[in-house]
């Protein structure tokens, strides 16, 4: 049974800085796609950042988050710079078991429970 835990999350003014992790058991990350996936309230689910043979970000945050991963932990971090309010939402980290389109939601077949960022104005 895969499980990820996400840790990493808080409450922080904008043009602050959080890194997010996330670590697998029951599997590493070095071979399938992971992403980190955010949901604000209202709104999708959305794919911000992946890694697999390569990276992903959503132009919404390019230039001001990092995906990254550290295969000795089995653990995937987010390093999110220049932080908005609107980048308040709950973060999900995602594993994926087939190689699929890595900035959607659908490719991903295990998720952590979340962890609320949220930036204050």
């Known amino acids: 049974q895969v499980q990820l835990v996400e840790s990493g999350g808080g409450l922080v003014q904008a043009g602050g800085s959080l890194r997010l992790s996330c670590t697998a058991s029951?599997?590493?990350?070095?071979?399938?796609?992971t992403a980190w996936s955010r949901q604000a309230p209202g709104k999708e689910r959305e794919v911000v950042a992946a890694?697999?043979?390569?990276?992903y970000y959503a132009d919404s945050v390019k230039g001001r988050f990092t995906i990254s991963g550290d295969n000795a932990k089995n653990t995937v971090y987010l390093q999110m710079n220049s932080l908005k309010p609107e980048d308040t939402a709950v973060y999900y980290c995602?594993?994926?078991?087939?190689?699929?389109?890595?900035?959607?939601?659908?490719?991903?077949?295990?998720w952590g429970q979340g962890t609320q960022v949220t930036v204050s104005s």
């Open positions: 995602a594993a994926a078991t087939l190689v699929g389109s890595i900035y959607e939601n659908r490719t991903y077949d295990y």
């Open positions: 890694i697999s043979w390569r990276t």
């Open positions: 029951g599997r590493t990350f070095s071979s399938n796609p």
